[in-house]
Nanobody, 117 residues
Framework: VQLQASGGGLVQAGGSLTLSCAGS????????AAWFRQAPGKDRQFIAT???????YYVDSVKGRFTISRDSAKNTVYLQMNSLKPEDTAVYYC????WGTGEWDLWGQGTLVTVSS
């Protein structure tokens, strides 16, 4: 399975973007999925996860602004980002846990989100 992330771009503060992570096989819809981001000069940071059962979890910095969701028919996981802030500027990565071990063993390429003030 390969993951393809897309949807990044330049947006003004307060704006919205939706990132997509498409899996190359239908089995992607059965995996736990997550979004991470890496800001310039910083470590990669976990921001949201969606379990195979549909449970979600967000870090405090994005809670209430970001929503992770899945369209199983399209083998795609989304990250809806609202009320964007300049500090949300980062390369965003999607990931999947194929085996249910808690290890993110599949990664998409990053997509850059730039939020201007």
């Amino acid at each position: 399975v390969q993951l393809q992330a897309s949807g990044g771009g330049l947006v003004q503060a307060g704006g919205s973007l939706t990132l997509s992570c498409a899996g190359s096989r239908r089995t992607f819809s059965t995996y736990a999925a997550a979004w991470f981001r890496q800001a310039p000069g910083k470590d990669r940071q976990f921001i949201a996860t969606l379990s195979s059962g549909g449970s979600t979890y967000y870090v405090d910095s994005v809670k209430g602004r970001f929503t992770i969701s899945r369209d199983s028919a399209k083998n795609t996981v989304y990250l809806q980002m609202n009320s964007l802030k300049p500090e949300d500027t980062a390369v965003y990565y999607c990931a999947a846990d194929r085996w249910g071990t808690g290890e993110w063993d599949l990664w998409g390429q990053g997509t850059l989100v730039t939020v201007s003030s």
